[in-house]
């Protein structure tokens, strides 16, 4: 059965809209996308896209027709405390044809990352998180019935596919809870050594536990920010070294097995990887570039491969005709060609 749909039209008279042949800002949305029928096997992904920009990437992200698109933040470049503003730089995103052409292509979900939430490498301290997420949840057509509506942050699962095949995909919220950034003489971004410092908050750790232990073959965690990287000065989980590490104790616990991570925010791409005591080597496909590139290689031990310093998606593809399922990591830049392929079989994501 079809999913109901919720069609969504916001205008404010606040500001003139210039990407739009209109004299408001407007919104211009479908319906939500009816959920995929049967088992999926193409999830792609991607993040840091202006809202100022052309996303000729988009386009060749629809000729590859996946099943699912997961936005992992820095959606848009809000970067505000004024609503109105933060609205109108939605508005901007949703008139771009080729958005309009994703949205009609494929599933598409998201979490947002920092500038979309409001405000550059902000977490619990930003103070207009509750006006943000209201935005958020509307611009992403949740449906009015959503517990995501009803609890704090934007954390949410998905789950696609028979009993044989069936995919996860759960959302993290790292920016409502998390614990302020501490810095070293040089402002560079150090691990917190406090025992309260916190990722996700008391309330989406029970929440993600209580998900790891659902069945899935494949479970894909979307984190904005990067998790399985090295230390680089920069954001990633490793600034918690101890929420890290009750990461992969909540996926041993769970005895959940195939969990993969995809990540954004570093305006690059590549796959990291960790070899924990106890555990399954853990997976974290980082894309990100819809429109943003340093163009800069940032040394990182864990890297598994290449690294990608070119306008990027990712994406995640099963072959479940193989016996053993096989799980790819794949890199793909603005005219669809690969840039980017690793592979793991699924038993090797087992306990």
Not at 42 to 63: D, M, R, T, Y
Not at 123 to 141: H, R
Not at 308 to 331: C, H, M, R, S
């Amino acid at each position: 059965m079809k999913n109901l749909f919720y069609p969504l039209l916001i205008v404010s008279y606040l500001y003139v809209f210039t990407g739009c042949k209109t004299d408001a800002v407007v919104i211009c949305h479908r319906p939500l996308h009816a959920e995929p029928i049967g088992n999926i096997s193409k999830i792609a992904f991607g993040s840091c896209a202006s809202e100022n920009k052309e996303q000729p990437i988009l386009n060749a992200v629809v000729a590859k027709q996946n099943d699912v698109f997961v936005y992992l933040g820095d959606n848009i470049y809000g970067d505000t405390e004024d609503m109105n503003v933060l609205l109108a730089k939605y508005g901007k995103l949703s008139c771009k044809k080729e958005f309009q052409s994703l949205l009609q292509s494929c599933k598409v979900i998201a979490t947002w990352d920092d500038h979309d939430y409001g405000k550059n490498d902000a977490g619990l301290e930003y103070t207009k998180k509750e006006e943000s997420k209201n935005i958020f949840v509307d611009f992403w057509n949740e449906p009015v019935v959503s517990e995501r509506r009803n609890h704090a942050g934007i954390y949410t699962s998905y789950s696609y596919g028979d009993s044989a095949h069936r995919v996860q995909i759960i959302l993290l919220d790292e920016r409502t809870f998390r614990t302020h950034l501490i810095t070293d003489a040089n402002d560079d971004y150090i691990p917190n050594p406090d025992s309260s410092a916190t990722m996700l908050g008391a309330e989406q750790w029970n929440w993600l536990k209580n998900e790891l232990l659902k069945p899935a073959q494949v479970r894909i965690i979307g984190s904005s920010t990067q998790f399985a990287r090295s230390l680089d000065g920069y954001e990633t989980w490793g600034n918690f070294p101890m929420e890290q590490e009750r990461m992969f104790q909540t996926i041993r616990d769970a005895n959940a097995n195939g969990v993969v991570f995809i990540s954004g925010d570093v305006h690059l791409a590549e796959l990291s990887k960790r070899v924990e005591p106890n555990l399954y080597p853990v997976y974290d496909l980082s894309s990100s570039g819809i429109t943003q590139l340093e163009r800069v290689d940032i040394p990182n031990v864990n890297r598994v491969g290449n690294v990608v310093l070119d306008y990027n998606t990712g994406a995640i593809e099963i072959d479940w005709q193989q016996t053993d399922p096989e799980v790819f990591f794949k890199i793909y830049g603005v005219n669809g060609k690969e840039l980017f392929n690793q592979s793991v079989h699924l038993s090797k994501l087992h306990f």
